[in-house]
């Protein structure tokens, strides 16, 4: 099993940056690592996700060029630094593993087997 913990959320002004820390309680190289939000009344959703030790990454449309997903194998750590945030980003955020995704599947948030409690965003 791998337990996963997010942390990094806030209140932030429109234009604002934040960076969301996941933290592994192992060793995540070979995982695919995702990041989804869920705002209320809507359905969780991919942000974004990173494959192979954070070799390949996978973007939602809606943050390409504003939100970068890494991995820090080495501290079995996955960031999301998110940059000219607007208010439909605000939400709550997961932070997900599963075995390799690709760009077919890496939204698929049932194929994901590991979750974090989450962290909220809040875009004002």
């Known amino acids: 099993d791998v337990q996963l913990v997010e942390s990094g959320g806030g209140s932030v002004q429109v234009g604002g940056s934040l960076r969301l820390t996941c933290a592994a309680s192992?060793?995540?190289?070979?995982?695919?690592m995702g990041w989804f939000r869920q705002a209320p009344g809507n359905e969780r959703e991919g942000v974004a996700a990173?494959?192979?030790?954070?070799?390949?990454?996978y973007y939602a449309d809606s943050v390409k060029g504003r939100f970068t997903i890494s991995l820090d194998d080495a501290k079995s750590t996955v960031y999301l630094q998110m940059s000219s945030l607007k208010p439909e980003d605000a939400a709550m955020y997961y932070c997900?593993?599963?075995?390799?995704?690709?760009?077919?599947?890496?939204?698929?948030?049932?194929?994901?087997?590991?979750w974090g409690q989450g962290t909220q965003v809040t875009v004002s």
């Open positions: 997900a593993a599963r075995s390799r995704c690709t760009i077919s599947t890496w939204r698929t948030v049932s194929e994901y087997d590991y």
């Open positions: 192992r060793y995540i190289g070979a995982y695919c």
């Open positions: 990173t494959n192979s030790r954070g070799s390949t990454t």
